[in-house]
Antibody, heavy 120, light 113 residues
Framework: EVQLVQSGAEVKKPGESLKISCKGS????????IGWVRQMPGKGLEWMGI????????RYSPSFQGQVTISADKSISTAYLQWSSLKASDTAMYYCASVGATTRGWFDPWGQGTLVTVSS | QSVLTQPPSVSGAPGQRVTISCTGSSSNIGAGYDVHWYQQLPGTAPKLLIY???NRPSGVPDRFSGSKSGTSASLAITGLQAEDEADYYCQSYDSSLSGSHVVFGGGTKLTVL
């Protein structure tokens, strides 16, 4: 069974750094793109960026370029999303999802989500 | 302001048919990029409902169907059931002078009356 399992909920203070993870199993992790999606409280889905774990080719949404860093460690089939200095506006649920063999594919399956709360 | 436009809400009685539209432009849906649809039940992660404009993944009931024409796409749900009450999102790809990237619609909340 293809599965993506994300790290647990986080509570952080403004200015702190954070790295959340997304571990894939049941498929060839290095052969499919992995995307990250933000969902702010009560709002819709926003595409943040995408990474190809095979060679770490990464693309960012213009809205998130420079705000976050997407990376992957193919040796442990894990993708990451990180912030160097969190803001209260980063409070949201973050999902990872497998995108398939091209950047234009559909998102399936999805991880269960990681809730990030940033509050002083 | 989402690149793909969906109605904020739709509603229907059990057994009825509802449609959700997803309107794009010549740089995304109109450029030939596929449209995909997701269902998000309250408090859960989104789930793929339709891929490649009109294809259903295994396990998705045939009450759900998708279509695409020109710069728009639609999701139709027939025989509406209470369990269909959820948020629905369309997704495609956009390629313009500013770059190429995935785009989502703003989402549509379906209420089963």
């Amino acid at each position: 069974e293809v599965q993506l399992v994300q790290s647990g909920a986080e509570v952080k203070k403004p200015g702190e750094s954070l790295k959340i993870s997304c571990k894939g199993s049941g498929y060839s992790f290095t052969s499919y793109w992995i995307g990250w999606v933000r969902q702010m409280p009560g709002k819709g889905l926003e595409w943040m960026g995408i990474i190809y774990p095979g060679d770490s080719d990464t693309r960012y949404s213009p809205s998130f370029q420079g705000q976050v860093t997407i990376s992957a460690d193919k040796s442990i089939s894990t993708a990451y999303l990180q912030w160097s200095s969190l803001k209260a506006s980063d409070t949201a649920m973050y999902y990872c999802a497998s995108v398939g063999a091209t950047t234009r594919g559909w998102f399936d399956p999805w991880g269960q989500g990681t809730l990030v709360t940033v509050s002083s | 302001q989402s690149v793909l436009t969906q109605p904020p809400s739709v509603s229907g009685a059990p057994g009825q048919r509802v449609t959700i539209s997803c309107t794009g432009s010549s740089s995304n849906i109109g450029a030939g990029y596929d449209v995909h649809w997701y269902q998000q039940l309250p408090g859960t992660a989104p789930k793929l409902l339709i891929y490649g404009n009109s294809n259903r993944p295994s396990g998705v009931p045939d009450r759900f169907s998708g279509s695409k024409s020109g710069t728009s796409a639609s999701l139709a749900i027939t025989g509406l059931q209470a369990e269909d009450e959820a948020d629905y999102y369309c997704q495609s790809y956009d390629s313009s002078l500013s770059g190429s990237h995935v785009v989502f619609g703003g989402g549509t909340k379906l209420t089963v009356l």
